[in-house]
């Protein structure tokens, strides 16, 4: 069956559940058990059934099989937030004297406070590589080298990344690939068809779709789930129960957001191309933007969100005329929800191995589910009062 079919299905039983369409919300912490026997046989394994709160209730199961079959992974595990789903997904690989390589238009956080934080103080070093090296990533690998992190398109600058080529050479160095998904929201793109091996996404954003919730999965396969199971419950990344049933109903309107996000997001891109204060539209839809071909390959479609680099640099003050005053593009972090949002950003800030010297602003954009118009109407009104403003 087609993904928007199964997506409509994965993860409930009605007939487990008094003929209910959507699986009730368990909240647990302890699990009892009838007998001592019974106890001690759960203990052989802890991370399959009902065990105790912290490993997973049904309503976390049942989101995690539901993500399982829209990533194409063979397991998954849901975490508080994405940043923990990010953690959960590199720890388990890593120890004292290991390395890291880690791509450089990477989600800030994981960057800052996964490598340069914890991983420096607990001994594991870092290397930084250009989103588009592609077999070049061979001249980086180390022979401590356990993990090559992907995040394709990039945050903020969208750079695609050759992930085929990238496990390639993983592989052969006995890494492993972890992929940060959440662009495609795991909708637009099979991560291991194309040799990842932990696929990760912030669920926060599309999954739940709505802005209320904080969520993380790590997508894997069933050899690799064990290992990162005990690490995740170890760290005590436990998914609120309620926040589970958000990102399994998020998940059932999943297709049709994606294909609203997806068409509003390219008719805004094209609009913006056209417009005088615009330099380059960083959508990987378009061909401006680095890698470009590969999503093309890859990918089967494109989401929400993409970058504006403007034709020229601008002050405070102009930034702040064009962004201050929209009516529909709220100022805010985080994306993938219903509404739309607008961040000015400044990638040189996060970056030691690709530069973004001598480049005019650069806007994301996260387009939500409103009329398109509008949309472009409230835009148009920020960039006049950016020029208005810039040529005072
Ligand atoms: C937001 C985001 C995260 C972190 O997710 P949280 O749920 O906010 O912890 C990770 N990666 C990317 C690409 C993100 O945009």
Redesign the pocket.
């Given at each position: 069956m087609k993904k928007d079919t199964r997506l409509g299905h994965a993860g409930r039983n009605p007939e487990d559940n008094f003929g209910i369409v959507n699986p009730p919300v368990y909240h647990a912490s302890t699990v009892t058990f009838p007998t001592v026997a019974a106890m001690h046989e759960a203990g052989k394994t802890p991370f399959e059934g009902v065990y105790y709160g912290r490993y997973g209730t049904p309503t976390q199961f049942a989101l995690e099989e539901a993500v399982a079959e829209l990533e194409g992974g063979e397991k998954c595990i849901a975490t508080s937030?994405?940043?923990?789903a990010?953690v959960g997904g590199v720890l388990p690989f890593v120890g004292t004297g290991d390395h890291v390589l880690m791509v450089d238009s990477a989600?800030a956080?994981?960057r800052l406070r996964l490598c340069e934080d914890f991983l420096k103080r607990f001994g594991v070093s870092t290397t930084y590589y250009d989103p588009l090296i592609g077999a070049g990533l061979a001249d980086l690998m180390q022979p401590n080298t356990k993990v090559v992190f992907t995040?394709s398109p990039g945050?903020l600058t969208f750079e695609v990344q050759d992930l085929p080529a990238i496990a390639h050479i993983a592989h052969a160095g006995g890494a492993k690939v972890v992929l940060?998904n959440?662009?495609s929201a795991g909708y637009f793109l099979q991560p291991f068809e194309l040799g990842v091996d932990v696929s990760v996404q912030?669920a926060?954003?599309y999954i739940v779709g709505h802005s209320d919730a904080?969520?993380?999965t790590i997508t894997c396969g069933a050899d690799l789930y064990v290992q990162i199971k005990s690490t995740v419950t170890g760290m005590g990344y436990a998914a609120a129960p309620d926040d589970c049933y958000l990102g399994l109903r998020g998940l059932r309107s999943l297709g049709a957001r994606m294909a609203q996000h997806q068409k509003s997001a390219l008719k805004i891109a094209h609009w913006l191309a056209e417009r005088p204060e615009v330099g380059r539209i960083l959508h990987p839809a378009l061909p401006d933007c680095p890698g470009h071909d590969i999503w093309k390959r890859d990918f089967t479609g494109a989401s929400g969100l993409f970058g504006v680099e403007l034709a020229d640099h601008h002050g405070h003050d102009a930034i702040a005329a064009f962004l201050d005053h929209m009516r529909l593009f709220a100022l805010g972090y985080?994306?993938g929800g219903f509404e739309s949002l607008v961040i000015p950003a400044n990638p040189s800030a996060i970056r030691t191995a690709t530069g973004w010297e001598n480049r005019g602003n650069l806007i994301r954009l996260q387009v939500g589910l409103e009329d398109v118009d509008d949309l472009i109407d409230d835009l148009a009104d920020g960039l006049d009062r950016l020029t208005a403003t810039a040529t005072e």
């Open positions: 937030s994405g940043q923990a990010i989600y956080p994981t995040e945050s940060d959440t662009w912030a926060t954003k904080m969520l993380g985080s994306w």
